[in-house]
């Protein structure tokens, strides 16, 4: 999958001669730096990272600041000033700084040098950095764009790959003994020499230890006093030292990233594309012939009674064509959650196209929140249209309030609850917060961008109106007879939710991880057929159980089919809390709720695409089903 990524830029950059410099996203092209030239080392938040062992789990989601003042790193002179990054880095969690490492290409090869010495880290600082070590913290540094690694070996594959970030300290977990900090790293640069003298680098490895005995300024970079323990009780110095060694390597630049993007057991993966597969399959030759026989013979049958002008009883779904296209309750809130949904699906939709283009790979930092904000804004014309449109077509007038709340009511509740998170975190001196000025960025993008074209969406929307019904709406609503169990609602979200889930479950575990482990996420392939995958059985589904609803002779079937559309969105919610118990331990109260918060974002939106999806196709089905019989 990467390197069909590669080809395919590689393929483009061919063509394209003149612009292929500009075709590369920012940050992305390659870098050539002479023998003495200096190297930027960049040092990004600490994040807690899983250990190697199987059944580790994550113990935090709580990021921090490098220079948080408790860690007590060196820090550069004139103090650490923060890099520009994207909209899409920050949301993500990125916090980039300079560093006071001294680095040039291809010189002191092997020099043990000192960083600096902290002369002081009192008993409080040592218990904060020995929490952190006992939590799994990582530090993450950033050389010339490439991530700072560890490296690994793929216990099933066999296979070298670089993991990224590497530990604040050992926690020494399994010899019950006080966690030791790293004080010294073995930093190995793989460097490429493309032409005669320019070189470029292709692989950042770090080997952190924990180098004990007296602190002075003396560079040691190997120890025989043990490791570093930090006592909780004194004030004592940390000398932290430092090895840079030049390996030259024959990786050419433009593959560099394959050795960090390690697909674990791609065998995972294509077992679940197949078992989504087998899934849709079943449903779609499942559904096609339950539809196609029952219909087909339905709607002949209520012709054929007609024209032998037999006076027999209507039955079935036809009994409540009178009834299907009656206004449902609530119509303003199915209509602004069709709008925010079709808003949502385009933005999932053209995001995915520009991840299989191969941009969003991990090599553009927070590219992909990027696109998504970006995305999302300039999709609000499609939430405007949608919502009005649908709107009129369940008959509602107040076209202005409806147009207002499409464009306001889902922005201002993730908002809030964004906000909340927020605030949690800052209370708990976390840097993943999102700062003030990007908040403000959004809600700029939002007003300035978002609202205006939802609002030029919904002006379009109204003007081409609501589409008319095939059939009239009687005056007098009908008596509605007991549904079966299974097709109540609740029983009926939940039973339809379980295809398209069981479609994307395999899938969900590796995007989860992504999200709350930040292991760099990259199989879009997979992840693009799986989406694909679940719109189509959300549809099927949907469409399968409005039917059932309107042979039961129940007609309000407008939010139940939103809502069985939304069904996988109740065991997403389940898939996360069983994902907490059995990959995460969090003990801080920040943490847990951080992923609640976030787990119940996910499922809000996921609940609102999927939902619409349900709604929209049963919709289009109802359309045709009623649209084909002929009625007195
Ligand atoms: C740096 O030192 C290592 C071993 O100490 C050696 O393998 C490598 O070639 C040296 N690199 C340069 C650029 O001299
Ligand atoms: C660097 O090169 C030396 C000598 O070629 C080799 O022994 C060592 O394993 C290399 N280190 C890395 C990290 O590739």
Redesign the pocket.
Known sequence: MVRSHHLLGAAIATLLPACSQAFYLPGAAPKDYQRGESVNLFVNALTPMLSGHEDSKLKSLVNYDYYNPKFRFCEPKGGPKAQAESLGSILFGDRIFNSPYDIKMLENNGTCQTLCVVPEVDGEDAKFINDRIKEDYALNWLVDGLPAAE?KQDMKTGDIFFDMGFNLGDNNEELAEAPALHNHYEI?F?YHTATPGNHRVVGV?VWPSSVGGTQDSTPRCEGNNGPLLLSESQTQAVRYTYRV?W?ESDTPWATRWDNYLHIFDPRIHWFSLVNSLVIVVFLCVMVSMILLRSVSRDISRYNAIDVSEDVQEDWGWKLVHGEVFRTPRYPMLLAVMVGNGAQLCAMVGVTLVFALLGFLSPSNRGSLATVMMVCWTFFGGVGGYFSSRVYASLGGIDRRKNAFLTATVLPTFIFAIVFLLNLSLLIAGSSGAVPFGTMLLIVLLWFGISAPLSAIGAYFGSKHGGIPNPVRVNQIPRQIPPTPKYLRPWAATLLSGILPFGAAFVELYFVMSSLFASRAYYAFGFLALTAGVVGLTTATVTILFTYFVLCAEEYRWHWRAFLTGGGSAFWLLAYGIFYWASRLSLDSMSSVMLYLGYLFLLALLDFLVTGTIGFLASYWAVRRLYSSIRID
Do not use: P
Request: glycine residues 0%; without cysteine.
């Open positions: 490296m190995v793989r490895l060694t390996n």
